[in-house]
C-alpha cells in the first residue's frame, strides 16, 4: 500500500506542479494540458480504489470490531467544469489543526496617483484583520447493516460509503453557503461582514451582468457565480418575448463550458430560493486538516451481527476579502 500512496502523491505533485506553472504565467490550460490532468484524475482514482481495499476491506473491519480509513485529501479541484462550488474554492491543509490564523481585507482604497519631486505621497488605506479559526466537524452514521448482507453483496460497502460522502459534503457545502456563525456552525459567505449585495433587476441575465460589473469596478477578477439547478435552467431557457424562440444560441451562455457573461458556473442545490453568489479570485478558501475519516463499529450491534459506518471530516471556511464576493437576488423580492 505504501508504494500507491507514493505513487498518489507524486501523481497530485504533478498535477499541482502543472496548474501552479499555468496560473504563474497567466495562462490558460491547453487541450493537452486537460489531457494530462484528466489522465491524472483516472489513475488517482484507480489508486485511491486499490487503497481502500487495503485499508478498509469490509471482512478486516468486521473482524477487527472498529476499524479506521484515513483518505487523505488532494488537490480541491482538477480545472474542469466544477460540479458544485466546493469544487471551485481552494483548500488549504492545516499544518497543526485545529485553530489557525488568517488576515481579512477590511479596507481597500487606492489613493496612487502622479507626485511631484519633493512632495509627500499618498497613503492607499489597505486594512487588515488578524481572524481566529477552528476547524468545525461535520460527520454522519448509517443505519445498522448486517455483516452477512456486507460480505454477501459485493457492492454494498461502496454505496454506503458513497452515499455518506455525498452526504457529508452536501452539509459541507450548505455550511459555506448558509452557515450562521452560532455553536458550531461556520460563519458563511452570506454571513460574512463586509460582503456585498446585488438586487434583483429587470431579468435574471441582467443581474447577474450588474453583480459581475460591480466587483470588476472594484478591481476584483469574478471567478464563479453559484447558482442552483432551477436559476440555472432559467437562464437556459430564456426567449424572446415575441416569437417565443430560444436566446440559447445567441445568449451570453456557454452551456458547454457552463459559463454566463464568460464566467464560470458552480451549481449548488445548498442556495436558498432565489439567491445565487459571486466568488472573485483570491477571496476565501476552505480550511481542512486534510482527511476524511471512514469507520465501521459493530461494539453496539454485537448481538445482532450489525456495524455501523461514520463518516466524518473537518472544515472551516476563511472569507480573505469579503468586498470581492457578492450575494445575488436571482428573482424579485429574493
Avoid: C
Amino acid at each position: 500500500m505504501n508504494k500507491w500512496l507514493t505513487q498518489r502523491a507524486e501523481l497530485l505533485r504533478s498535477a499541482k506542479s502543472l496548474i501552479d506553472a499555468r496560473k504563474s504565467a497567466d495562462q490558460a490550460l491547453s487541450d493537452g494540458d486537460r489531457a494530462h490532468l484528466k489522465s491524472v484524475e483516472d489513475q488517482i482514482g484507480e489508486l485511491d480504489r486499490k487503497i481502500d481495499a487495503a485499508r478498509d476491506g469490509v471482512k478486516a473491519l468486521i473482524d477487527g470490531g472498529t476499524g479506521t480509513s484515513d483518505l487523505v485529501l488532494g488537490l480541491s479541484a482538477l480545472p474542469q467544469v466544477p460540479q458544485n462550488l466546493l469544487a471551485a474554492i481552494p483548500q488549504v491543509q492545516l499544518a497543526s489543526p485545529p485553530t489557525y490564523h488568517y488576515l481579512r481585507q477590511t479596507v481597500r482604497t487606492s489613493n496612487a496617483a502622479v507626485v511631484a519631486a519633493g512632495a509627500e505621497k499618498p497613503v492607499s488605506p489597505m486594512a487588515l484583520s488578524e481572524i481566529d479559526g477552528r476547524l468545525r466537524v461535520i460527520a454522519h452514521l448509517s443505519e445498522p447493516i448486517g455483516v452477512y448482507t456486507l460480505q454477501d453483496v459485493a457492492t454494498l460497502a461502496g454505496f454506503v460509503r458513497g452515499e455518506l460522502n455525498w452526504g457529508l459534503f452536501t452539509a459541507l457545502e450548505q455550511q459555506v453557503i448558509s452557515g450562521d456563525g452560532t455553536g458550531e456552525n461556520m460563519t458563511s459567505l452570506v454571513h460574512t461582514s463586509g460582503v456585498l449585495a446585488q438586487a434583483y433587476g429587470a431579468d435574471l441575465l441582467g443581474t447577474l451582468r450588474s453583480a459581475i460589473t460591480k466587483v470588476e469596478s472594484t478591481g476584483f477578477t469574478p471567478a464563479v457565480i453559484a447558482l442552483s439547478p432551477a436559476d440555472w435552467e432559467t437562464i437556459e431557457t430564456s426567449q424572446t418575448s415575441g416569437s417565443g424562440e430560444y436566446l440559447f444560441a445567441s445568449s451570453p451562455v456557454d452551456r458547454a463550458a457552463r459559463k454566463v457573461w464568460g464566467v464560470q458556473v458552480a451549481l449548488s442545490t445548498a442556495l436558498p430560493a432565489g439567491k445565487a453568489v459571486l466568488l472573485s479570485r483570491d477571496t476565501v478558501a476552505l480550511y481542512t486538516d486534510g482527511r476524511i475519516a471512514y469507520d465501521l463499529d459493530k461494539s453496539q450491534g454485537f448481538s445482532t451481527n450489525e456495524v455501523v459506518a461514520r463518516l466524518e471530516g473537518r472544515w472551516d471556511l476563511a472569507v480573505q476579502r469579503p468586498s470581492g464576493i457578492l450575494a445575488i437576488d436571482t428573482a424579485r423580492g429574493g
